[in-house]
T-cell receptor, first 116, second 112 residues
């Protein structure tokens, strides 16, 4: 029962470095999402995808890029990391078929990212 | 702009007590409302999802209600157990799009 798998689980970066967070789901879900969770701010949507080859901006997209080349994978990239991007990043997926928008979101365990 | 508020921010109850967690939202144009549980250092686990046309959903000891017109949802937990200790989050899916707005959560502690 893999569900949604995020790698890596922890990472420390220096300001200006780049990295990619990987999210993989094995539930054949159409929709995938990247969120960040910060103390006192709740979860905020960074980017999302409604299907293979599509991406769209969420609430806080600046400083991040995403790609969905395969249906099961959703990549989140930080081109030039900044201390303000220190956070816990969660990937989620949902939806199969025509009722996709109204189906529950399933979350990974998160990636804890620190930018020094 | 949709805002989701959860009250109380933290709650401590003795084992066996029935309790209610509250979630309110400002814009009634929603697809659905979802309740999640988050354990420390972990991801979110979906508990219940209520469609905008529904009034309530039940799963085991959990019952979630939705009053879209007043912008309120409640999560009722019956006969609470120490294993229920976690943070409970509600999230509203906006109608006409894919944006989901989360509340800040209620941290629940059930004392044995």
């Amino acid at each position: 029962n893999a569900g949604v798998t995020q790698t890596p689980k922890f990472r420390v970066l220096k300001t200006g470095q780049s990295m990619t967070l990987l999210c993989a789901q094995d539930m054949n879900h159409e929709y995938m999402y990247w969120y960040r969770q910060d103390p006192g701010m709740g979860l905020r949507l960074i980017h999302y995808s409604v299907g293979e080859g599509t991406t769209a901006k969420g609430e806080v997209p600046d400083g991040y890029n995403v790609s969905r080349l395969k249906k099961q994978n959703f990549l989140l990239g930080l081109e030039s990391a900044a201390p303000s991007q220190t956070s816990v990043y969660f990937c989620a997926s949902s939806g199969t078929g025509i009722s996709s928008p109204n189906q529950p979101q399933h979350f990974g365990d998160g990636t804890r990212l620190s930018i020094l | 702009k949709q805002e989701v508020t959860q009250i109380p921010a933290a709650l401590s109850v003795p084992e066996g007590e029935n309790l209610v967690l509250n979630c309110s939202f400002t814009d009634s144009a929603i697809y659905n409302l979802q309740w999640f549980r988050q354990d420390p250092g972990k991801g979110l686990t979906s508990l219940l999802l209520i469609q905008s046309s529904q009034r309530e959903q039940t799963s085991g000891r959990l019952n979630a209600s939705l009053d879209k017109s007043s912008g309120r949802s409640t999560l009722y937990i019956a006969a609470s157990q120490p294993g229920d200790s976690a943070t409970y989050l509600c999230a509203v899916r906006q109608a006409g799009g894919f944006k989901t707005i989360f509340g800040a959560g209620t941290r629940l502690f059930v004392k044995a």
